[in-house]
């Protein structure tokens, strides 16, 4: 009897990666994951669903997200040319080390961060070289200088706010990043929405610098996975070389233009979430046993006295899923909590009580 062909092994590199993922646990409250906690507006749904009824599902959507890169650049003052649109941010940073990374080439970053960053480089065959951030998450230049001058990357990462620390870079800082950096700066702004800043405003056709977005967060987008970024017309010609074709669906080109014609939710949504975020952080910040960390995101990282892995467990077993950050470089003991609704906020203010108190 003929044995079986064996199956190809992976690429060496990829050798003990694991995928990232977060727990996906039936809770009455979820605030892992930093979604919004509103749905889209009614009207934003009833305007999609007649786009859908109208859409030709039996072609290919257009190559070019056309109609969505024009309403994304006119929302964001910018030109379609400087547009690149994706399924999800995460899409457009793969996208991005496609292009520019890859074998024999490096990707710095500063941790603790987006833990995507990493793996994505890492998934693209791209080197990964790391600079530390300083005891309060903020990037120390000295460091940053250091890493850049030592390794010479292709490319550099910043996350403002920071994920998951909700650090907010200051411009001056993000500025003299660019003016070190040797090769393409990211900076990845999936919460810029909730942020006093944005680089958007540092973009231009002469310097390598791409602003990554997101419809996830602020515009009730997750479930349709729709991201962009704002760069030179040139790195977007690049993008454009290596994404798939028709890569984005109707249906979500269709949302996210969509999305865009509802801007003053959005800012409704943005400060009531923003106000939920500071009076969370007042109330961790008097609890005894609590250390919480300002942020200009719509998460905050705290830490407790207690094992962190048992206060997760308890919080879930109190009915409320955070996340458990303690095991990512840098955030030994810490958790993240997603800022919800002000319902689920005292839900979880009065679980996390009860676990410390047990």
Not at 148 to 165: E, Q, Y
Not at 205 to 212: F, I
Request: negative net charge.
């Amino acid at each position: 009897m003929t044995e079986p062909p064996a199956f190809p092994e992976p690429r060496a590199d990829l050798t003990g990666l694991e995928g990232y993922h977060s727990a996906q646990v039936t809770v009455p409250v979820r605030l892992n994951t930093n979604e919004s906690p509103y749905p889209p507006p009614d009207a934003f749904v009833a305007a999609l669903a007649d786009a859908v009824r109208a859409a030709p599902f039996h072609r290919y959507p257009d190559r070019g997200a056309s109609e969505l890169r024009a309403a994304t650049a006119r929302f964001h003052g910018q030109s379609p040319e400087r547009v690149f649109c994706a399924n999800g941010s995460n899409e457009v940073l793969q996208t991005l080390l496609l292009a520019y990374g890859g074998p024999g080439r490096r990707a710095a970053l500063f941790r603790p961060t987006y833990l995507l960053h990493d793996h994505i480089a890492r998934i693209t065959g791209t080197e990964v070289v790391a600079g530390e951030r300083r005891a309060d998450f903020t990037l120390d230049l000295d460091e940053v200088r250091s890493v850049l001058t030592a390794t010479n990357p292709h490319i550099t990462f910043l996350c403002t706010p920071n994920n998951p620390t909700g650090v907010v870079e200051a411009r001056e800082v993000v500025e003299a990043v660019i003016d070190a950096a040797p090769g393409l700066v990211i900076i990845d702004e999936a919460y810029g929405e909730f942020a006093p800043w944005s680089a958007l405003e540092l973009v231009s056709d002469d310097r390598p610098v791409v602003v990554v977005r997101t419809f996830s967060k602020v515009w009730s987008l997750a479930g349709l996975r729709l991201g962009c970024c704002i760069a030179p017309p040139r790195v977007v010609a690049d993008l454009e070389k290596v994404a798939l074709p028709y890569h984005l669906s109707a249906l979500t080109q269709a949302a996210g233009r969509l999305a865009l014609d509802f801007a003053d939710e959005m800012r409704v949504r943005v400060d009531a979430i923003v106000r939920e975020r500071e009076r969370v952080h007042t109330a961790l910040a008097g609890t005894d046993g609590v250390t919480v960390w300002p942020s200009g995101a719509n998460f905050l990282l705290f830490r407790t006295e207690r094992d962190a892995k048992q206060v997760w467990q308890g919080l879930v077993d109190g009915g409320v899923l955070v996340r458990d950050a303690s095991s990512w470089p840098g955030l030994a003991g810490c958790l993240r909590v997603t800022i919800g609704t002000p319902e689920e906020n005292d839900a979880f203010l009065v679980a996390l009580k009860e676990v410390l108190a047990a």
